[in-house]
């Protein structure tokens, strides 16, 4: 329990910076940044992927990177689908060029790859 307080908490941190410098690069010098209670839970669920974390740890960074990148577009299109079909997602990106039926963006695979190395070295640290 302790572990997915930790990943999702870590999770509403990254968002607020990435929302903060989206309003930076949009001119906004407020820096506004936004998440949503959802995420909490959707970051939380890390923990269900420690023991991914000990399997890849012997892989080069790369390939740990595709993984996770991998896995976290899975998991993204999944709970993406899932609340907006209960009207609940707090994401929506139907207006992005890359956007797969509004739920998740394929020209965020650089930021999936970078978030899941971040994880897993939170993994590392709290392991």
Do not use: H
């Not at 302790?2 to 990254?14: E, K, M, N, S, T």
């Not at 709970?79 to 797969?100: E, F, H, N, Q």
């Amino acid at each position: 329990m302790l572990r997915f307080l930790i990943y999702g908490a870590f999770g509403w941190v990254l968002e607020i910076i990435w929302t903060g410098l989206n309003s930076l690069i949009r001119g906004d010098f407020t820096l506004r940044a936004s998440t949503s209670i959802w995420m909490f839970f959707i970051y939380g669920m890390f923990v269900l992927f420690e023991p991914a974390f000990a399997i890849l740890a012997s892989l080069p960074f790369f390939v740990r990177g595709m993984v996770y990148m991998l896995v976290i577009f899975i998991a993204e299109y999944v709970t993406g689908g899932l609340m907006k079909r209960a009207d609940i997602c707090p994401w929506d990106y139907s207006d992005a060029r890359y956007s797969v039926q509004g739920v998740i963006r394929l020209d965020y695979a650089p930021v999936w790859f970078a978030a899941g190395l971040l994880f897993e070295a939170v993994y590392v640290i709290i392991r």
